[in-house]
């Protein structure tokens, strides 16, 4: 049975299928009960390998965090960790991968109340480690001009936050550019997004997108194209690196 095949007949992507046989994403055991029944493996056999998909299931830390991370989420948390590049807008907020401890927390109150609140800001922090490891993360951000001015939280902790995203500017491998206001209408005015391309050559590209209750990951090659040629476009009318931060400085003012 083809690859191909194989991923129509269980309704999920060929890349996703792929990974999961590269042993790149865990896979749950109902899942593997569904492949089982479709390549008729039945038996002793057959719940062997469901115990085994069980322990699987601890290899990624995130899997800790499955009581806080929804599991749309942590499908994306898992794209993230093995990301080469990573390329991204943002119109309201700061990316997760740039946030304090502070402004997550707040992020979080706003978003989704109190339960689980410190849980949830220890996974957010926990994802930034593909920023600073041995082959970190090519990381690509555009941020609005509104992101910076929107107030989180108290003073303190938009300065802070402010603060930070400068410092993690200044790693060879983050790029953060500014979208003025002034560069007016653009092409990703209805939706952020993050677009993921992975070293094996053989990983299909993916183009993620979600909102409060759900995500998509879209990988055919229409969509990573056209999202990709919106960013390069979002790069060109932004502030170069080097004017955003002194942008950056400027906003820190309005919360000192």
């Not at 990624?60 to 993230?80: A, I, K, R, T």
């Not at 593909?130 to 001009?145: G, I, T």
Request: charged content about 20%; proline content about 4%.
């Amino acid at each position: 049975m083809t690859l191909d095949v194989a991923a129509r007949q269980l309704d999920m992507s060929k890349s996703n299928l792929s990974r999961i046989e590269n042993a790149q994403i865990g896979i749950k055991p109902r899942d593997v009960r569904a492949a089982l029944a479709l390549y008729q493996v039945t038996g002793a056999d057959a719940e062997a390998l469901v115990e085994i998909a069980r322990g699987a299931q601890q290899r990624g830390w995130w899997q800790n965090y499955s009581d806080v991370l929804p599991e749309w989420f942590e499908f994306y948390v898992g794209l993230e960790a093995e990301a080469a590049t990573l390329r991204t807008y943002e119109a309201e907020a700061v990316p997760g991968l740039l946030q304090t401890e502070a402004y997550a927390r707040e992020i979080y109150r706003l978003t989704a109340g109190e339960e689980a609140l410190e849980r949830k800001v220890a996974a957010r922090l926990q994802r930034q480690s593909v920023l600073h490891r041995e082959a970190p993360v090519q990381m690509s951000v555009v941020l609005n001009e509104a992101v910076l001015l929107r107030p989180v939280g108290a003073p303190a902790v938009m300065a802070d936050q402010l603060a930070h995203i400068g410092r993690v500017a200044q790693l060879p491998n983050v790029t953060i550019q500014i979208l003025p206001f002034m560069a007016g209408g653009h092409p990703a005015m209805s939706t952020p997004y993050v677009v993921l391309h992975f070293a094996d050559a053989a990983d299909d590209a993916v183009v993620y997108l979600d909102n409060l209750t759900m995500g998509l990951a879209l990988e055919g090659a229409e969509h990573v194209r056209g999202y990709t040629l919106v960013h390069e476009k979002l790069c060109r009318m932004a502030l170069s690196p080097a004017d955003s931060l002194t942008r950056l400085e400027d906003a820190s003012r309005y919360f000192a």
